[in-house]
């Protein structure tokens, strides 16, 4: 089992920036694919993004060249860095670990582990 950690939430302008920090514990994350979702009031979760145990990124169209993502294995550590904010990126954002390769990554079932989350406020 292994315990996720987010940090790095907060309240921003739009056009702005913030990164996002899943610290993990318990398991080394070398093996996992890792993945970030979201969930803003009244709305179903969101994929954001999702990086392979290869180094394969996945993004859905809404963050494709505004959000990126990174694993730091040595330090246990995965990051999101979102540019360009927008008030609709406004959420409650979660880091997971799982298994998945390809479009799989795209599904919240795919991922076992999950961190408490980290509200993001993008303020027009």
């Known amino acids: 089992q292994v315990q996720l950690v987010e940090s790095g939430g907060g309240l921003v302008q739009a056009g702005g920036s913030l990164r996002l920090s899943c610290a993990a514990s318990g398991r080394t994350i070398s093996s996992y694919s890792m993945g970030w979702f979201r969930q803003a009031p009244g709305k179903e979760g969101e994929f954001v993004a999702a990086?392979?145990?290869?180094?394969?990124?996945h993004y859905p169209d809404s963050v494709k060249g505004r959000f990126s993502v990174s694993r730091d294995n040595a330090k246990n550590t995965v990051y999101l860095q979102m540019n360009s904010l927008k008030p609709e990126d406004t959420a409650v954002y979660y880091c997971?670990?799982?298994?998945?390769?390809?479009?799989?990554?795209?599904?919240?079932?795919?991922?076992?582990?999950w961190g408490q989350g980290t509200q993001v406020t993008v303020s027009s």
């Open positions: 990086i392979e145990s290869s180094g394969i990124t």
């Open positions: 997971a670990a799982g298994y998945c390769v390809g479009s799989g990554c795209y599904v919240r079932q795919m991922f076992k582990n």
